[in-house]
């Protein structure tokens, strides 16, 4: 990814992250619900966002998912990749975003957060660097300070972190 088409201002912010913070449907997942006949709701996660979070706690960071729904299947992929932070069955995500920094100990100019929908604004006007999906509506991109090339569930996840390594490697 070339960073010199970025803004000085968002490759020092994405410089300072310490924390990273994710919605799930729709951006670890490409917001799809599949519902199998006795009622289980299963998810599909991309493999590449996998890594791409394995590869941000190998760099020595931290992460957290917030979501509005309550899933056990995103807690457990979560586990599997190393994930610290869980707020689910959160529908007003800004005071999950408040109370993860505070338990984690980083400013809200050190916490990154990844979203695709409406709830997820409020989070990303707080958080120090913050992206949108490709397929996220209109209204949450323009409030984003970067926009991903992927799709929510399809590498966006992965995209944003390798922006945020990169910016930090400068």
């Given at each position: 990814m070339d960073i010199s088409a970025l803004p000085e201002e968002f490759v020092t912010a994405a410089a300072r992250i310490r924390l990273l913070l994710m919605d799930c449907d729709g951006v670890l997942t490409?917001?799809?619900?599949?519902f199998g006949e006795s009622g289980e709701v299963l998810k599909v996660f991309d493999t590449r966002d996998g890594?791409?979070?394995?590869?941000?706690?190998?760099?020595?960071?931290?992460?957290?998912i917030i979501s509005g729904r309550n899933s056990s299947i995103v807690e457990l992929r979560g586990r599997q990749l190393g994930v610290e932070f869980f707020r689910l069955g959160r529908?007003?995500?800004?005071?999950a975003f408040e109370e993860i920094i505070s338990e984690a100990g980083v400013e809200a100019k050190e916490a990154a957060y990844i979203g695709d929908d409406t709830p997820d604004i409020s989070v990303m006007r707080l958080a120090g660097f913050s992206a949108a999906v490709g397929d996220a509506l209109d209204e949450v991109k323009s409030?984003?300070?970067?926009?991903?090339?992927r799709y929510g569930g399809r590498g966006?996840?992965?995209?944003?972190?390798d922006l945020i390594l990169q910016c930090k490697s400068v």
């Open positions: 490409d917001g799809r619900l599949y890594q791409g979070i394995v590869n941000w706690h190998s760099a020595g960071f931290r992460s957290g529908k007003e995500k800004a005071s409030s984003a300070h970067y926009v991903t090339h966006a996840v992965r995209e944003f972190i």
